[in-house]
């Protein structure tokens, strides 16, 4: 079945620091979308992907839809404290949804 | 408009029984679905409803199952629990075509001991 590989699956910043991260599939996708999750709530979506090579912000994050359609990544910039959390990618294709395992931000301690 | 809400928040059921869980989409969005999420499995799609059908199905056991009514409210019921349905379900609301934005409730915190 369709899966994706979400990378890295932790990783600690710094504040001020950029992050990146990525989700890639051997599936071809017409759908990225990126999920940002607090503790103890429900994902909320942070950025939606509908055309390969597309590229696009909200404020400091910036994501975009790989050329071939099988992954995308997710750019973080200048983070600061309440950018912790956990981050999923989700891919989707045929009306079906495809999750990520998320990448879990925490705080250099 | 409001959110997405869940209830209950939390719950703690004993093995062997069985469990409702509400949820109410926001105002104007038809699909809604369920998704079960653990530490280990991460989230795991369970179905999802629209105008009071279910349009795809998980690969969860028939022990799950759900409805939607004519208000697009959602249930989703869990019988004879066991100790590895403790989980976050969460609830997801979206507009028709709108091709995977849903928006999420915060869940209900289910622990079966």
């Known amino acids: 079945g369709q899966q994706l590989n979400q990378s890295p699956q932790s990783m600690f910043i710094q504040e001020g620091e950029d992050v990146s991260m990525n989700c890639t599939s051997s599936s071809i996708f017409n759908t990225w979308l990126w999920y940002k999750q607090d503790p103890g709530e429900g994902p909320v979506l942070l950025i939606a992907l509908y055309k390969a090579g597309e590229l696009t912000s909200n404020g400091r994050l910036t994501a975009q839809f790989g050329i071939t359609r099988k992954d995308s990544f997710l750019n973080i910039s200048a983070s600061i404290p309440s950018d912790v959390g956990i981050y999923f990618c989700?891919?989707?294709?045929?009306?079906?949804?495809?999750f990520g395992k998320g990448t879990k931000l925490s705080v250099k301690p | 408009k409001a959110g997405v809400t869940q209830t209950p928040r939390y719950l703690i059921k004993t093995r062997g029984q069985q469990v409702t869980l509400s949820c109410s989409p926001i105002?104007?969005?038809?699909?809604v679905s369920w998704y079960q999420q653990t530490p280990g499995q991460g989230l795991q799609f369970l179905f999802e409803y629209f105008s009071e059908t279910q349009r795809n199905k998980g690969n969860f056991p028939g022990r799950f199952s759900g409805r939607q009514f004519s208000n697009s409210r959602s249930e989703m019921n869990v019988s004879t629990l066991e100790l590895g349905d403790s989980a976050l379900y969460l609830c997801?609301?979206?507009?028709?075509?709108?091709?995977?934005?849903?928006?999420f409730g915060p869940g209900t915190r289910l622990t079966v001991t």
């Open positions: 105002s104007g969005h038809r699909s």
């Open positions: 989700v891919g989707g294709s045929q009306g079906n949804l495809i």
């Open positions: 997801a609301s979206s507009v028709e075509g709108q091709r995977g934005e849903q928006y």
